[in-house]
């Protein structure tokens, strides 16, 4: 019998490759048929490697969820950008490798993240989704976020709704 061991932890420099692979599967299986073909592909090579180097380099908090000796998936949080949203810390990005979706693993990274911005005084927190990607709305609806807000943003030439989940601690 083998043991294999599941971890989150802070990105180092050297993750960026895996952390880039683990976007890239993330992305083009969430948003194919929701974001257009060619804006998508725009999004996702903007973020190679080099991106993600320099965000871990400058202090970009960005957690790993590590399965064995491969990136599953990641979290980049930190405090809330939209400054009409009265709450303290955003998740900015959760996601994870298409084959460790719906196994526990995201709501352990949603909960490591918010144990995270918790720990450093951002005691309430918003993440936004689109409202087509109904997976990302059912996983925040399930772990008990409540609908605060709601803004679109334009993708090429398609303009696309997206939804704020709220929590308070």
Known sequence: MSTTLIEI???KPSDAIAVAQTHDE?????????????ELEK????????????????G?????????????GYANYGRNRARSLFYDGEI?????????????????????ARRDLGQSGLKSLVVWALSDNEPAVEFYRALG??????????FGTRVLDKVAFAWQN
Not at 66 to 72: M, P, S, Y
Request: avoid cysteine; glycine fraction near 12%.
């Open 9 to 11: 932890r802070r990105a």
């Open 26 to 38: 993330a992305w083009r299986t969430a948003y194919q048929g929701i974001i257009p073909g060619t």
């Open 43 to 58: 999004l996702v090579s903007r973020r190679g490697p080099g991106w993600w180097e320099s965000a871990i380099r400058k």
């Open 60 to 72: 970009s908090r960005i957690a790993l969820m590590q399965f064995g000796d491969r990136v599953a």
């Open 92 to 112: 900015y990005e959760l996601y994870l490798r298409p084959e460790f979706q719906g196994l526990g693993f995201g709501r352990r990274l949603f909960s490591a």
């Open 145 to 154: 976020g409540r609908a605060v807000a709601r803004s679109s943003e334009r």
